[in-house]
């Protein structure tokens, strides 16, 4: 068996099994940072990815700018307009009593407040000791200043080339990523990651693209299942939906995690995350094509994540 069958075999275990005695909230509470003005559609499909896959409850902490319009995407969205708010310290960190894990970025918008309501965020997050992923925005805003984010080992980052690019190069500050010939290989590209990891003192990194490289600092694995062509704005969204879900998830089965060889919970919920959203986009894309939506890929998740781990 390969290491990445190994690895969503043991995901199907730590899933969490569906039974009557379960109350509202077990199988999963996920808090969502993003959302401004201009971008409001970015954590909607973060958080309809999350309860598509199986969470209960997505909480969307945004701007009182953003909130209107991303309430009226869904009935099932909770939208808390506290993002700009003077008591925002002190209410992110009531929340974060009740979250299970916190998605950070989509949509956020890259202003020096944001900045610093994330650090907020992470912070208290850290003190709870809860699974934070982090994406778009996020990432371009943490590229300053990685203080808040390194050594938490709870933390995955998804960036995509360019985002990447930015963190690499601000770590090691006398390469440059993209001008670099050594990284033109896999294997290379899987070093950089790995590398990356490191100097972020094992945080872990999920590097999209053609081939998603996803590494700890001491593991590396990489995803190269093709997904659809279709390269639609909203994806990686739903990608770090997935992941919000699945870190909790693998988080709290991290007993059975320590059974497997790959044994970082943070490693096998990248991986099953990327696995999961490229098969969901691959099997809209076959009804779609060019006309592919991030609502389309939306709409297999339910089926998707049915057959590739609920079906014995």
Known sequence: MSINTQIIQKFK????????????GQSGRI??????????????????????????????ITTKSASNTIKAYSPEL???PILDDPEYDAEIQGLMKKFHSLIIGPGLGR???????????????RSQSIPIVIDADGLYLLATDTSSISGYKKCILTPNYMEFKRLYDKSFLNEDYEESSKFNTLESQCEAVKRLAQSLDNVTILKKGKIDIISDGNQVVYNDVPGGLKRCGGIGDLLT??????????D???????????????IIAAYTGS??????SKIAFGKYHRALLAVDVIE????????MFDDE
């Open 13 to 24: 275990e730590i899933i969490p099994r569906l039974h009557a005695d379960l109350h509202k």
């Open 31 to 60: 808090g969502i940072i993003g959302g401004s003005r201009d971008y409001s559609g970015a954590p909607y499909f973060s958080s309809m990815s999350s309860l598509r896959a199986g969470a209960d409850l997505s909480y969307i």
């Open 78 to 80: 909770i939208v808390l």
């Open 111 to 125: 202003t020096s407040a944001a900045l610093e309501q994330i650090k907020i965020a992470i912070k208290h997050a």
């Open 241 to 250: 939906g997935a992941l919000g879900l699945f870190s909790y998830w693998c």
């Open 252 to 266: 709290s089965g991290s007993r059975i995690v320590k059974e497997s060889y790959i044994n970082e919970p943070n």
């Open 275 to 280: 696995v999961f959203i490229r098969e969901c």
């Open 300 to 307: 297999e998740i339910a089926e998707t994540f049915y057959k």
